[in-house]
């Protein structure tokens, strides 16, 4: 649902999201604008959460909102580089509709890649966070690249994406802080690499478009310091066969449940 | 189904797979007896699969029979260093009942991890093979383990297990040749190091106890020298909710039917 605000212009639109439970300001006409990915990443983290999370790469602040709305007791910094993002980010904050969300919500306007000194002096404290989620940009390259699937496949990131935004991640979650995260299952390789001596029992989550076709996206939950090993969950299917949102997919896009037990 | 055979003492049994269409010499009493692991692994190539086929750390020959049985045009080394288990496979390719399929099986008494010359002079040819199946012993050693999970997590297998492996595995496949493998989940991450640029393509098949919990195995299958990424299929589920062995399993594990399309 798209509404017009008397103080934005028409290069911004607001977007309502949890059946309204809080509204984000977004550029009306690019292709940042959040969807299914950022709401399937915020149900990573259960109800009953309780403390601080860094949206890393956080763009308008969706996955963020949606873990504020649900999680009563979390507080969200939403951390994101590009300038006009994080201005839609401190906009969404500032809505009258979004008044209770914003004791629990701010913006770091930082690149998730910076190390040490640099990275503190952002306001990313080490050992900080009790959750850190990550939607890294794995859209961005390909929704601009060729059609030639394997030029897409080695074009869509630099080569160390994960690398650096798990390095930082690692950096920043209080030890036994949980990760969690949302992408392609061809990043899944680098992934596990990247986690690798930093967080552990991580939990994998396919998400296929139906019951037929392979995944397009998987949800990593993994805790920092763990040394057990990595499970394969049980997927969510998003469509019926009769093409209609799966009941458990509604729910989870609408802050109704949460995509791992516990 | 168990039968007595009497040239064989009571070290060994000889048991019926894929609805009798084959048998297998296993020894009586250890925990090497070939199962649900090795059928679904056969069952990762297509009907149409025509060439060689290594099955490395072949036992008593269980996957690469499964293959040789319902692959008509397959020819199957068994490539297995223990001596009992190697004597298992030639006693299966000797018994009468399996007379058909003995032209296109033979064994290779060799360590899956020789390197170079050693290799070569064990039989296993640089660029020979049109696929290559293993399962790797990834449950000997916890059968005896202590039932601490972490421990268990840590001595199941030396680290490198599968890099040895799998570097054999691309060292005999030929150019575009197929791997497959089946292990359990928490070896995702050194099976997908090991491929990194060996094989591409990877295709990974979840199998579910049931539709509630998380996997107990995968099946791999790839591609050498591809560039393509990763996908994450459909899971196989092994039970339906009442407890029984749901159709598809039933027919993996019975030769009727394969893992993937194509």
């Not at 940009?137 to 699937?149: Q, V, Y």
């Amino acid at each position: 649902m798209a509404m017009a605000d008397p103080l934005l212009d028409d290069r911004f639109s607001i977007d309502s999201f949890h059946r309204d439970a809080f509204r984000l300001v977004q550029p009306a006409r690019n292709g940042h604008r959040a969807g299914i990915d950022a709401m399937l990443l915020a149900a990573a983290l259960p109800d009953e959460f309780c403390g601080t999370v860094a949206d890393l790469g956080a763009g308008a602040g969706a996955a963020g909102f949606a873990v504020a709305a649900r999680c009563r007791q979390a507080s969200v910094v939403l951390v994101e580089q590009e300038a006009e993002m994080a201005k839609c980010a401190r906009l969404s904050i500032d809505l009258p509709h979004n008044a209770q969300l914003r004791p629990r919500l701010s913006v770091i306007e930082a690149d998730v890649t910076l190390t040490g000194g640099q990275r503190t002096a952002a306001g990313l404290a080490s050992d900080a966070f009790d959750a850190v989620v990550m939607n890294p940009p794995f859209n961005k390259a390909s929704d601009r690249a060729t059609p030639d699937a394997l030029k897409r496949a080695a074009h869509v990131m630099p080569d160390d994406l994960f690398e650096r935004w798990i390095r930082t991640a690692a950096a920043i979650a209080r030890p036994g802080g949980v990760l969690a995260l949302i992408a392609r299952p061809a990043s899944l390789a680098p992934i596990l690499a990247a986690l690798d001596r930093r967080f552990g029992g991580a939990q994998v989550l396919p998400v296929h478009p139906d019951a037929g076709r392979a995944a397009i996206r998987i949800v990593l939950r993994a805790q920092k310091g763990s040394r057990a090993g990595l499970s394969l969950m049980p997927p969510l299917i998003l469509h019926e066969e009769d093409g209609r949102i799966s009941r458990r997919a509604d729910a989870l896009t609408n802050g109704r449940a949460t995509l791992f037990a516990g």
